[in-house]
């Protein structure tokens, strides 16, 4: 190698930082006065010997691509001189700038400065001439920072775009404005595949296939991909901006923000819009709601408040847990609450309603169903199961009789009754003859006859519901309930009746006694292989519970007559439980029967005819009547509008 001739080849280093540049500093500027500087030493240019950065002045040599191949050169004995037009050129910072010239130094080069038309012989000697130029170097860092920050912020203010712009737009230059005053415009390509895109996505609610529709029609993002799903999400996180809806944005200078509403032509119209978000959450809320297994608990709740059948609902969190997981749950709701907000909609135009809204994850329940196993010992062993069976049948056969019995009061009740008119009409068939008196005799007699078979006859509907709904847990629990099993509970409890004495004991406690022998030595076989069968379930439900097997929880819950009343309508606050209250309903169903069948059978006929509260007469309902009575100068009136009036 000539050494010579090495230590006469030199490079320029020119640079620019990457935000707008000072005058004077262009880097075709800086090259000439670096050249002419190396032309006066007498030196060599070396082939190519160029070098350029746009870089900021306060990055490291290492990390300036061009820099760093100098240092190479240097390195190598390729040059020997590096040529800078000003120390600022070198970096914009005093250590950075130590730093370079070490590095020039240490690879066996020179630094020189064609503004201070000066080479160094070594560091040290570079170092103490360069020291003012470093510091106002890095001075004029500062200021040149904030002035370019002041003049962002004041093209911000007036309302100049910002960076990089959503797909459908790009920036311009508005000539009738500063030259910095950047316009946003619509790309028409990139506007048209947009809407392409989210149309398709609003016609089919499937981001999959507006993705692969976007494919098929060959759409690209701006940088070159194909449209995907994040592409889809982005796009709805600007949506209102693509709308032409006003979007805050914000510039921060150190502390300083400044933030502005921004207006961004319009690529989506209202329509489009309107339909995609409503696309969307529909879109989130099938997803969140879709599940196709079974439920757990479904059938078994029910509302405290209002009696209905609660309703699960399967949901899950739009935003998964951090390790990808999605949150999800079942949520035990009263499905009167949406009724009541459909309801107060239709009247009042406005969806609110307060009665039963409130809702629980389902996990209150297990929690309740696996404390109330624990406790219901009564439930533990097939015989107590058994004997619950067998109490409701025997509370069935009570209603069977309370039921006989209403129906014969009212029979006699409207037999009275039609004996009374038969007389009426007989008399009337007779000319001359004064009814008036009849009917006074009568009216108060035929008034209350009335009440009776009214009374009557809700008491044998009630008594008949009673009737059903049990015998519909009994054969939903497995028992076929037939008369045969019914009457041999009646043969039985005769035979113990006759069998023992119950002299001084009043009706019910005898009633009680007998029924305590019949569970004791009378359990008719089908109660007891039931029994046995769902004892065994009772046992295995905690398991089943925890391995979320709900099909077979439902089922057995059902068949044991668990049912699980909660709340809907109790405000939760403070972090208050919701009032959950579990009964076994073949017991509550007897009990309730038991009270409805005891009250009838100590009733005298008077008590369950009750008092007559209709007003007015009765006999005045009957057209025909009040015609007869007109034209016999009895002035009888038709029934007042709001007059609890009744038709015999
Ligand atoms: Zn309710």
Redesign the pocket.
């Known amino acids: 190698m000539n050494l010579e001739l090495f230590a006469e080849t030199y490079a320029v280093y020119t640079r620019v930082s990457t935000g707008g540049q000072e005058d004077n500093t262009s880097p075709e500027g800086q090259y000439e006065a670096c050249k002419r500087y190396g032309e006066t030493q007498g030196w060599k240019l070396m082939e190519n010997g160029w070098y350029h950065d746009t870089i900021s002045g306060t990055k490291k040599g290492i990390d300036r691509k061009m820099l760093a191949e100098l240092y190479d050169l240097i390195e190598a004995k390729t040059i020997k001189h590096v040529v800078f037009k000003r120390v600022d050129r070198v970096g914009r910072e005093a250590a950075i700038i130590k730093e370079i010239i070490k590095m020039v130094y240490s690879l066996g080069g020179k630094v020189s400065i064609a503004d201070k038309g000066r080479t160094y012989k070594n560091f040290r000697e570079c170092n103490n001439d360069i020291r003012f130029e470093s510091v106002v170097a890095e001075i004029e860092r500062d200021n040149i920072v904030e002035k370019n920050w002041e003049g962002r912020i004041s093209q911000f203010k007036k309302g100049s775009a910002l960076g990089k712009q959503p797909y459908g737009y790009i920036t311009a230059f508005d000539d009738s404005k500063s030259r910095k005053f950047r316009l946003v415009k619509i790309v028409t390509s990139e506007a048209e595949a947009l809407m392409d895109f989210l149309k398709k996505f609003v016609e089919t609610r499937s981001i999959k296939e507006a993705v692969d529709y976007a494919a098929s029609k060959g759409y690209k993002t701006r940088s070159g991909h194909p449209f995907a799903h994040h592409f889809f999400r982005d796009t709805l996180k600007n949506l209102e901006l693509y709308n032409g809806k006003p979007v805050k944005q914000e510039y921060s200078f150190f502390e300083e923000v400044f933030s502005r509403e921004f207006v961004y032509p319009q690529i989506i119209s209202d329509e489009l819009y309107y339909q995609i978000r409503e696309a969307t959450r529909l879109k989130s809320k099938a997803d969140r709601e879709y599940f196709d297994g079974v439920r757990p608990y479904l059938g078994i709740v029910f509302?405290s408040?209002?009696?209905?059948r609660a309703g699960i609902r399967y949901k899950s969190k739009a935003t998964p847990k951090k390790n990808g997981e999605v949150y999800s749950s079942f949520i035990v709701f009263?499905p009167?609450?949406a009724k009541e907000v459909q309801k107060t909609y239709r009247l009042e135009g406005k969806g609110s309603g307060k009665?039963?809204g409130k809702s629980f994850r389902y996990g209150e329940i297990t929690k309740s169903i696996l404390q109330f196993l624990d406790d219901a010992s009564r439930l533990g062993t097939a015989e107590q199961y058994s004997k619950e069976l067998l109490r409701v049948l025997i509370a069935l056969r009570d209603i069977q009789f309370q039921i006989k019995k209403a129906v014969a009061l009212r029979d006699n009740a409207s037999n009275r009754k039609d004996s009374i008119l038969k007389k009426l009409d007989k008399l009337m068939e007779l000319e001359g003859v004064d009814i008036s008196s009849f009917i006074a005799a009568n009216s108060e007699n035929l008034k209350s006859i009335e009440e009776q078979i009214r009374q009557s006859n809700s008491h044998i509907s009630e008594l008949k519901r009673n009737y059903n709904s049990v015998t519909e847990i009994l054969e939903m629990s497995g028992l076929k309930v037939t008369e045969e099993l019914l009457s041999s509970i009646e043969v039985n409890r005769r035979s113990i009746a006759k069998e023992e004495s119950y002299s001084g004991d009043d009706v019910r406690n005898r009633r009680n006694k007998i029924e305590e022998r019949l569970l004791l030595d009378i359990l008719p076989e089908t109660v007891k292989s039931l029994a046995n069968e769902l004892s065994e379930g009772l046992g295995k439900i905690r398991g089943l519970v925890e391995m979320e097997e709900w099909e077979t929880v439902n089922t057995l819950l059902y068949r044991l007559g668990i049912r699980v009343y909660v709340n809907?309508?109790e405000p939760l606050r403070n972090g208050k439980l919701p009032e959950i209250a579990l009964a076994v309903a073949l017991a509550e169903s007897a009990d309730r029967v038991g009270a409805v069948a005891g009250l009838l059978a100590e009733r005298t006929p008077e008590t369950v005819c009750g008092q007559n509260t209709t007003k007015g007469h009765a006999l005045k309902n009957i057209p025909m009547l009040r015609e007869a009575l007109n034209a016999r100068g009895v002035p009888v009136q038709t029934p007042d509008a709001g007059e609890e009036g009744r038709l015999l």
């Open positions: 509302c408040h209002c009696g209905s009263c009167s609450h009665e039963c809907f309508n």
